[in-house]
Structures are given as structure tokens and as C-alpha cells.
């Protein structure tokens, strides 16, 4: 199955399907107030929608008609409220934090587990630098707003620029390699302080090598995870390399129109990653229901 009770689930009926399913999950319910959607236009049986639905914090109300499903969004229902930083009198530092991090930006990812600011308060001070949220993203454990100036687009950066996670994999591995000529050198020349010096400085570069993302700010490795989703057919997400729940990876995912379509997991059965695939053909298939169309509700929501 696709969505489950324990959350969501591998997709092992190939893209087009992965597609079509993550389309219903994070297009249809995607905070609206209510959503009515037709099992018949959607080619999806009822129980899969109703999964959905509720995976996605929606409640099943009296149906707008005879061929349609109906639900109302219902967050305050379901364990686990979605994550809103407690904090009603926010210190000035942190308004300062923002402010400057905002500044001259005209596209900024904010975790408010970073922020350490509610939710209102981020849309207030973004407010005063003339940027509002074009996405949200939130389970139980962060909420993640996508900034933008005017009407900006959302887009991702690639290639090798300062401070991407390329760069930086690039730039550890470099210094390991020649860590480790160094330490060749040092053992075949029979020079101990080349030798001992290349350890010393090797062993916190391979730790650096697997932990330099954890480190980082989460806004910054929010950033750094949308930056993957950058037109590739399909990609692999490192479960781990970013240290942001499994739901907002694939919240963020589908805001780039990417779905997973399965787990990938070690020979030990360890969670790797998830596999994405990109929906290049739009889904022909919605909630259009002879004009009982879904109810508009706040836009980019999720």
C-alpha cells in the first residue's frame, strides 16, 4: 500500500503510479478547507482516498454528492498537532536573526525550529521586509515557510556554487585525498611528523565527511534539500544527510511536483533514502465534479 496507518508508505506500482497517488496526497489535500474528490475521475478505489485524507489530517464529512467523497481539514483531531514554536513573546535577538537573514534575499527557506519564532511571528517581521510565504510545510516536528519577494517562482540552485552541499563534499574529499597521499608520503619516506600530521588532521575530516550537514542550521539544510529537487528525472534523498523528517522531505518533494515510488534500504534493512521520480505529464485527473469543485483555501498550504 501506498499510505498507511503508520504513515506513508513505498509506491511498487511503477512512476505513473507514484505519480498519480502523490498527486491525490499533496495536491488535493494540501490544507483547503474542504476537499471533495471522485474516486470514478481519480481511477483510485475509496479506501485509498480515505487513507489519504486522514494521512493528510482530513476528517470524512456528508459527501457533496452521490459520486464524490468530502472531508474538511481538521488538524486539531488527529495525535501529534502540527509543530508551531511556542513562543508568544519572541526575544529580540531572534526577530534580529531573521531580519537578517532575510535581508537582500528575494527567496528564503525558514524552519521555525531554527527561527525559534511562531509562525506569526515569521510572517509578520517577512511582512515588514515586503515577503510573504509562497509554501508551508509542517508534521508534528517543524513547520518549514518558503519565503519569496513579489511573485518570484520557486526555483533550485545547482552546480558547484560556495556553501551548496557539492562544494562542500567536494572540497572534504579533495583534502582527504591528499590527507591521504600525505600519509603515503610520511610511511614510504620514513617522515614521522608527515605522517602524523596528515592523521591529525585526516580523522576529523572523515568525521566531517558524514556529519558536516547535521551541523548545519536546518534552515540552511532546508535549503540545501530543496536545492536536490532541480528538474533530474528521478533522484535519490539520503534519508539522514539533511535531519528532516521523512513527511516534510516528501511535503517539499511534491511543492517540485517530485513522489517517491520507493524505500531503499542496506543489506541490513536500514532505511538509505527514499527514490524520487519528477511528474513531467500533468495527472489528468482531479476533483472536478460537474462544478462541485474543491473549495479554495489558502494557497501553497501543506
Not at 481511477?43 to 493528510?56: C, E, L
Not at 610511511?187 to 548545519?216: D, K
Request: aromatic share 10%; net charge positive; hydrophobic share 40%.
Amino acid at each position: 500500500m501506498y499510505l498507511s496507518p503508520e504513515g506513508i508508505q513505498p509506491v511498487e506500482f511503477g512512476a505513473e503510479w507514484a505519480c498519480l497517488l502523490g498527486s491525490l496526497r499533496y495536491r488535493q489535500f494540501d490544507g483547503r478547507p474542504v476537499v471533495h474528490v471522485s474516486p470514478a475521475i481519480w481511477g483510485v478505489d475509496p479506501a485509498t482516498i480515505r487513507q489519504a485524507a486522514h494521512d493528510r489530517r482530513y476528517v470524512e464529512i456528508p459527501p457533496a454528492g452521490p459520486d464524490v467523497l468530502s472531508f474538511q481539514f481538521a488538524p486539531d483531531s488527529f495525535p501529534g498537532r502540527l509543530f508551531d514554536y511556542p513562543a508568544p513573546s519572541p526575544a529580540p535577538s531572534r526577530g534580529q536573526w531573521l531580519m537578517k537573514k532575510i535581508r537582500g534575499k528575494d527567496r528564503v527557506w525558514i524552519s521555525l525550529q531554527d527561527a525559534k519564532l511562531s509562525r506569526r511571528h515569521v510572517v509578520e517581521l517577512a511582512g515588514q521586509a515586503q515577503m510573504s510565504v509562497m509554501a508551508e510545510f509542517a508534521d508534528s516536528t517543524d513547520r518549514v515557510l518558503l519565503l519569496t519577494r513579489g511573485s518570484n517562482p520557486p526555483r533550485t540552485t545547482t552546480g558547484l556554487r560556495i556553501g551548496s552541499p557539492g562544494f562542500l563534499t567536494a572540497t572534504v574529499v579533495t583534502v582527504m585525498i591528499l590527507t591521504a597521499i600525505g600519509c603515503g608520503i610520511g610511511a614510504m619516506t620514513e617522515r614521522p611528523w608527515l605522517l602524523l600530521s596528515s592523521v591529525i588532521v585526516g580523522l576529523p575530516l572523515v568525521l566531517a565527511s558524514v556529519l558536516w550537514t547535521r551541523a548545519a542550521p536546518k534552515s540552511r539544510r532546508v535549503s540545501w534539500l530543496a536545492d536536490r529537487f532541480d528538474g533530474s528525472p528521478s533522484l535519490l534523498i539520503g534519508t539522514d544527510a539533511y535531519g528532516v523528517s521523512l513527511e516534510l522531505v516528501a511535503q517539499i518533494a511534491a511543492f517540485f511536483d517530485y513522489y517517491y515510488t520507493a524505500w531503499v534500504r542496506q543489506s541490513n534493512g536500514r532505511l538509505q533514502g527514499m527514490a524520487f521520480v519528477k511528474r513531467n505529464i500533468p495527472v489528468h485527473r482531479g476533483t472536478d465534479t460537474h462544478g462541485r469543485t474543491s473549495d479554495t483555501g489558502e494557497a501553497g498550504r501543506f
